[in-house]
C-alpha cells in the first residue's frame, strides 16, 4: 500500500510541475496567474513531500505543515478573486487578505506548538486541518453562488476541483478526530484525487485570462455559508465527542464510534433539512448582517405624504390605496369586524366580497387576531404549514384574486382586514415585506380611527347644537308663558283698570313677536342671528322694568348720562328681562330690587341688585355660568345667567356677580361705550 501511496504523490508532483510550466509559458503577467503558479508551484512541494514521507519515514507532521501552506495558498487565491489589487504589494495590504492569512497563522502556530508540549500528539493537528478545509469549502460556495453565468462558466472546474480536494480532507481529518489516528488508505489515495483535478485546475486558469472575477456577498450566499459553516462546526463537535468515545471506550471503543458517526449524520441531516430553521437562519442573517431592503425612513414620509395629498370619497378608499400600492395591486377592499359573525364592508375597489368569501374570512380573521400574522395565499399554497391551525381556501381565494390578507388593529383591538388582490401573481412576501406592510396597517388603523372619531364628534357636535337650540327656544318660550301667566293670575283683580288693559295689549304684543321669532327659528333649524343697531339702553331697561313689576317686590331703576351704544336691542333686552326676573325671584314680597344705569368715560356699568336670599361664593364659582345647571328643579332650564354671560362677552363687555347669602346679590355689567360715528366693522362681534 505504501508503494501505491508514494505512486500516487510522485504522479500528482509531476502533474503540478507541467501545470507551473504552462503557465510559465502562456506569459501571462497578471497577479492571479502568478498567484496560480505560486499555487501550483506549493501543490507540488506538498506531494513532494508527502512522497518522500513515504520513502525515507520521517514524521507526517512535515507533510501536514506542507499541506497547511497549500490550503492556505488556494484559499488565498479565491479571497483574490474579489479584490481590485493588480500588484502583490496591494494585495499583501489588503484587509481580507491580511485578515485570513493572520487568523491561519495563529492557528498554525498554536495547534502546532500545542502537538509539541503534548509529546507530538496529532489530535489539536487534526482540528485544525478540519477547521481549514471548512473555511476553504466557505469560501467556495460564496464564490460560486454569488458569480454570473459568465463567471460561473470559467470557474466551475476550478470549485469542483478544489471542493473534492478540501471535502475529501475534511472527511479524512474528521474521521481521523473520531479514532485517534489516519486512516492510511485514504491518504494514500489523496496523490490520485490531486492528479484527477490537475486538468480542471488548468482548464479554468486558461478561461480566467484577466483575473476579472469578482464576487459580491449577498443573502443567500451569506445564508448558504452559513448553513455550511454550522454544518461544519456540528461535525466538529461530533469528531470531538467521538474522540472522547474513543478514548473511554475500551474495546468497544470502534464500534461505538461508528455508531456514534452514524446517529451524528442523521441528526445534521435533520438539522439541515428543516424548513423552520432554515428560514429563522436566514431572517436573523438579514435583520443582523445587512442594510435593509426598504429605507423606513423614506418609507414613513411617504405614508405621511400619501395620508396628506391624496384625495377619495372616503377615508376607507383612501386608506384601501395607499395599502394596494405597496404591493402593487390592482384590486383591494377594507372590511370591518363589527361582530364575531359578520364584516361590514367599508370600501372595495373591483372586489366583489361574496356572503361565502365573508363567511370564510371570518374565521381567516379569528386567525390573523390571534397571530397578529399576514396571510400570503401564495406561500400558503406552498407551504400550509407554515400557518398552524389556519384552513385556508385557497380555490375561493383564486377565484377572487386575492393574494395578500393585512389584519388591522387599533392598538391592541383587531378592527378588520386589508384583502389585496390582482390577476397576475403577487411575488411572496419575505420579512422586511411583512414588517413594512404590518407597520403601513397600523398607520392605516389609526388613520381610519381617527377620522372615524372625527365623523362621531361632528354628529355629536351637531346633536349639541340642536340641542343648545331648542334649550333657548325653550327658555325664550318658557318667558312667553311667564308673561301670559302673570295677565291670567291678574285679570280678574285688575280687570276694569285701563292702564291694566294697556299693559296687557303691549304684553300680547311682546309674546307674539317673542313667538315668531321662535317659529322662525324652528323653521330654519338654527338660532338666528342678532341684528345690531345704535339704541338707548335706559329706554330698553325702563321698558322691561315696566314688564317686570307687574310681580312683587317692585323694581326701581335710576339712570346717571345718556347711556346709549351700538347693541343687539331685542337680545339686550331679553338678558336684562332674564336678570331682574331672577332677582324678583330670589327676593321675598316684602324686599326691594333696584336697577341702575351709569355711563362712565369707556364704559356703561349696569347693576342688577336684590336683598334675596343670595349664593354662596362655591355656587357662583362653580355653577352659576354654567349651562343646564339650575336650583329651580323642573321650574328652570338654567341657561338664563349662561345666555347673558355669553352676550355680554360677545358685546367685548363683561359680567360680574357679588352675592352673600341670605344678605343678597349685585350682578355688575359692563359694556363698551359706543356711539354711531366710533362704529367700525371690527366694533362687531
Partial sequence: MDFIGLIGFSLASAAYVLFALLIIAARNRSL??????????????????????????????????????????????????????????????NYYVRQYIGVWAVLMAGCWLASYWLNYAYEYIFLLFIVLNLWMLVLLEQLYRNANLQV??????????????????????????????????????????????????????????????????????????????????????MALAGYVINYVGGEWGSLVSIGFLMLSGIVLAALLITESLRRRVKVFI?????????????????????????????HYQMAT???????????????????????????????????????HLLEVGLFCQQQGW?????????????????ALDVALCRTKSIQIIVPIFIGKAFYGLFLLADDSKI??????????????????????????????????????????????LVHDLKNVQAQLAL??????????????????????????????????????????QSSHSHADLATIITKVVAQCNIRQPKVNFEQQGLCSTFIDSESFQSVIHHLIQNAQEATQSDGWVKVSIIEKKRTIRILVEDNGCGMSEEFVNARLFRPFDTTKGNAGMGIGVFEAKQFFESMAGIIKVESVPKQGTVFTIDLPLRSTGSISSQDLP
Fill in 427 to 472: 411575488k411572496q412576501l419575505n420579512w422586511e415585506d411583512r414588517d413594512l406592510l404590518f407597520a403601513v396597517s397600523k398607520q392605516l388603523g389609526n388613520f381610519i380611527s381617527l377620522y372615524e372619531a372625527t365623523d362621531k364628534l361632528s354628529e355629536s357636535k351637531q346633536f349639541d347644537a340642536f340641542n343648545r337650540m331648542s334649550a333657548f
Fill in 286 to 314: 438579514a435583520k443582523n448582517f445587512f442594510a435593509n431592503k426598504y429605507e423606513y425612513r423614506d418609507e414613513w414620509l411617504s405614508l405621511i405624504e400619501k395620508i396628506e395629498t391624496s384625495s377619495g370619497e372616503s
Fill in 321 to 359: 390605496h395607499i395599502m394596494m400600492s405597496k404591493v402593487d395591486a390592482l384590486q383591494g377592499a377594507i372590511i370591518k369586524k363589527v361582530s364575531n359573525q359578520h364584516y361590514q364592508l367599508q370600501y372595495s375597489h373591483r372586489l366583489d366580497i361574496t356572503d361565502a368569501l365573508e363567511e
Fill in 374 to 390: 399576514i396571510v400570503d395565499v401564495n406561500e400558503y399554497e406552498d407551504s400550509p404549514l407554515i400557518y398552524p391551525n389556519l
Fill in 152 to 237: 460561473r462558466w470559467a470557474i466551475w472546474p476550478l470549485v469542483i476541483a478544489l471542493a473534492s480536494v478540501t471535502i475529501f480532507d475534511f472527511v479524512l481529518y474528521a474521521q481521523a478526530t473520531m479514532v485517534d489516528g489516519i486512516d492510511f488508505d485514504f491518504w494514500y489515495s489523496r496523490g490520485y484525487l490531486a492528479l484527477f483535478v490537475a486538468p480542471l485546475l488548468l482548464i479554468s486558469t486558461r478561461r480566467v485570462k484577466n483575473g476579472e472575477v469578482r464576487i459580491f456577498v449577498s443573502r443567500n450566499v451569506v445564508f448558504y455559508s452559513s448553513m455550511l459553516m454550522i454544518a461544519g462546526a456540528y461535525l466538529l463537535l
Fill in 487 to 528: 295677565i291670567t293670575t291678574n285679570a280678574e283683580k285688575h280687570r276694569s283698570n285701563p292702564e291694566f288693559i294697556n299693559d296687557v295689549f303691549e304684553t300680547v304684543e311682546s309674546a307674539t313677536q317673542r313667538l315668531e321669532k321662535v317659529l322662525s327659528q324652528l323653521r330654519k333649524k338654527q338660532v338666528e
Fill in 32 to 93: 492571479l496567474a502568478r498567484w496560480v503558479l505560486f499555487c501550483a508551484l506549493i501543490t507540488f512541494g506538498s506531494n513532494a513531500v508527502a512522497a518522500l514521507q513515504i520513502k525515507l519515514g520521517f514524521s507526517l507532521q512535515w507533510a501536514m505543515l506542507a499541506d497547511g501552506f497549500k490550503i492556505a495558498c488556494w484559499s488565498l487565491l479565491i479571497i483574490l478573486f474579489n479584490t481590485e489589487d493588480r500588484d502583490f504589494r496591494a494585495l499583501i495590504k
